[in-house]
């Protein structure tokens, strides 16, 4: 199974980004049933969890990017999104996709963000 993100970029404060996660090689319904996370980490930071979908459907952000980030997935796909909007320059860190299931806990090659003001 490999996580492959994509998406990132550089935008300016205020703009939008959509980052994208498949999750290649994984059985369809071992991704309907895994909980899926959006993940970050800024220069010289911790990693922070930034949104997730739980496996019971429930969907949690970070205070931070509440009512500015929405995730979302497309089972059909095996992939899960992160619409970034109203970004701002405290959202600049490389983004990490992580699927826990069957098990196993799998992460992506992350995808940075850079949000110059």
């Known amino acids: 199974v490999q996580l492959q993100a994509s998406g990132g970029g550089s935008v300016q404060a205020g703009g939008s980004l959509k980052l994208s996660c498949k999750a290649s090689?994984?059985?369809?319904?071992?991704?309907?049933?895994?909980?899926l996370g959006w993940y970050r980490q800024a220069p010289g930071k911790q990693r922070e969890l930034v949104a997730e979908l739980t496996t019971s459907g429930s969907i949690n952000y970070q205070n931070s990017v509440k009512g500015r980030f929405t995730i979302s997935k497309d089972n059909s796909r095996k992939t899960v999104y992160l619409q970034m909007n109203s970004l701002e320059p405290e959202d600049t860190a490389v983004y990490y996709c992580?699927?826990?299931?069957?098990?196993?806990?799998?992460w992506g090659q992350g995808t940075l963000v850079t949000v110059s003001s």
């Open positions: 992580n699927v826990e299931g069957g098990s196993r806990d799998y």
């Open positions: 090689g994984m059985i369809w319904s071992v991704f309907t049933a895994s909980r």
